[in-house]
Nanobody
């Protein structure tokens, strides 16, 4: 069973930046799609960004131009660089790996943006 562990969350002022990391327990990030999702209290989990095994990326409309997803297959790690953070970005952020119909989730990391 592959495990994903997120880190890098925390408290930041509006306009600030954070970088989230998602480390995999073994080498598999080179295949499948890696994504970041978030869930705020009372809301459904929503897609933030994903990157495919061939390097294509896609972003949720609310984060386009502010967030960047990247992957380092040699380190089995995927990153989410978040700039120009807004209070509405406050949520628990989850890492996800999807391959051949199997979806794996991390435990989540809290991001809080204060105004």
């Amino acid at each position: 069973q592959v495990r994903l562990v997120e880190s890098g969350g925390g408290l930041v002022l509006a306009g600030g930046s954070l970088r989230l990391s998602c480390a995999a327990s073994r080498s598999f990030l080179s295949i499948g799609t890696m994504g970041w999702y978030r869930q705020a209290p009372g809301n459904q989990r929503e897609l933030v960004a994903y990157t495919s095994s061939i390097g294509t990326t896609n972003y949720g409309d609310s984060v386009k131009g502010r967030f960047t997803i990247s992957r380092d297959n040699a380190k089995n790690t995927v990153y989410l660089q978040m700039n120009s953070l807004k209070p509405e970005d406050t949520a628990v952020y989850y890492c996800n790996h999807l391959f051949s119909g199997v979806s794996t989730w991390g435990q989540g990391t809290q991001v809080t943006v204060s105004s």
